[in-house]
């Protein structure tokens, strides 16, 4: 069991590697390949990774309360500011890719 789930695993982290590097270099065709093949497991871990800034900001903002002060502190700075504008233009990006593809299948073009 523990090896089938390791070999899931190595396949979906090499797919969710090349899909962002994919993502970078040709975001249309990757959108629309994700898209047709239809891989929910695939759309669900890039379209989550768009989070990953504002996870890693709140995980990291956590662990420095906790040590330095003992408790959770909800004041945020500059640093969540940053990684807010980060968010953002992922999601931007991503949302742009994604309205073209659907808008071009749906005009008929490929």
């Known amino acids: 069991m523990f090896k089938l789930s390791a070999l899931v695993g190595i396949r979906q982290g090499y797919f969710l590697g090349r899909n962002w590097y994919e993502l970078m270099r040709e975001p249309y065709l990757t959108i629309k390949d994700i898209k047709d093949t239809r891989d929910k497991s695939q759309t669900f871990l890039v379209l989550s990774s768009a989070l990953t ?3 890693v900001y709140v995980i990291a903002r956590i662990i420095y309360d906790l040590i330095k002060f003992k408790s959770i502190i909800l004041i945020t700075g500059k640093v969540f500011e940053l990684a807010m504008i980060f968010q953002a ?3 931007i990006y991503l949302f742009y ?3 073209i593809v659907f808008l071009k299948e ?3 073009k490929s």
């Open 53 to 55: 800034p504002l996870f």
């Open 89 to 91: 233009v992922v999601l």
């Open 97 to 99: 890719w994604v309205l």
């Open 106 to 108: 749906k005009n008929g």
